[in-house]
Nanobody, 123 residues
Framework: QVQLVESGGGSVQTGGSLRLSCVGS????????MGWFRRAPGKEREGVAT??????SSYYADSVKGRFTISRDNNMVTLQMNSLRPEDTAMYYC??????????????????WGQGTQVTVSS
């Protein structure tokens, strides 16, 4: 059974940093597209960043480019978040595809999801 478990959320002030981690179990993740999504209260879920198998390519939402960095190592994917803003406040979810079809961005079909970790940025 595939499981994704996130950690690293918390509360920081504007300009601070957090590092989110996601550990996968129950399968091999080396050949899956992995990503981070977020949902703020009253808003739709947003794709934050994705990374292809092997880490050769990545996608970032315009709102986080230059501030967030996604990386992966075997069954772990991390999201380094710097220069955090109040608008980054949300529940952050780790996700994985079932297979890799060559596409890995916010429109890719992510089949597996973690329970989420809360990030709160105060002004």
């Amino acid at each position: 059974q595939v499981q994704l478990v996130e950690s690293g959320g918390g509360s920081v002030q504007t300009g601070g940093s957090l590092r989110l981690s996601c550990v996968g179990s129950g399968s091999t993740f080396n050949w899956r597209c992995m990503g981070w999504f977020r949902r703020a209260p009253g808003k739709e879920r947003e794709g934050v960043a994705t990374i292809s198998p092997g880490g050769g390519s990545s996608y970032y939402a315009d709102s986080v480019k230059g501030r967030f960095t996604i990386s992966r190592d075997n069954n772990m994917v991390t999201l380094q978040m710097n220069s955090l803003r109040p608008e980054d406040t949300a529940m952050y979810y780790c996700a994985s595809t079932l297979t890799y079809s060559g596409s890995c961005d916010d429109r890719t079909d992510f089949r597996y999801w973690g329970q989420g970790t809360q990030v709160t940025v105060s002004s």
